[in-house]
């Protein structure tokens, strides 16, 4: 028999670096959604954000900057969600970016 030099190319895992959360292919977006109630009034909404940060500290800061009332939601599939009285799509984009919470990049604003 014939002895032939094959190599086999190992197998390559392009999604290996995905499991490193701060890898630049990795995005985990932090969703914000307004959402219409009855009439004028609406609500936005906020979640994706990790769990090692206090969303109730964030909520206590956003509330006060932009005088508007707010909670935070437990959802069974989405995990913690903060609500926020009125269309603060923008202005939460914004606080979220300036504390350094989120990258720019990171945030996805859904709504009308």
Not at 10 to 35: C, M, W
Not at 80 to 109: C, M, P, T, W, Y
């Amino acid at each position: 028999m014939v002895e032939l030099d094959v190599q086999i190319p190992s197998a390559f895992d392009p999604f290996a670096d995905a499991e490193n959360l701060d890898a630049t292919g990795a995005k985990e977006y932090v969703h914000i959604r307004i959402q219409q109630r009855n009439g004028k009034k609406c609500l936005t909404t906020v979640q994706g954000l990790k769990g090692n940060f206090s969303y109730d500290k964030i909520l206590k800061d956003v509330k006060k900057q932009f005088c508007c009332n707010g909670n935070v939601v437990q959802d069974k599939v989405m995990g913690k969600i903060i609500q926020l009285q009125g269309d603060q799509r923008k202005n939460v984009s914004h606080f979220l970016v300036q504390a350094g919470i989120v990258k720019k990049e990171q945030i996805k604003i859904h709504g009308f």
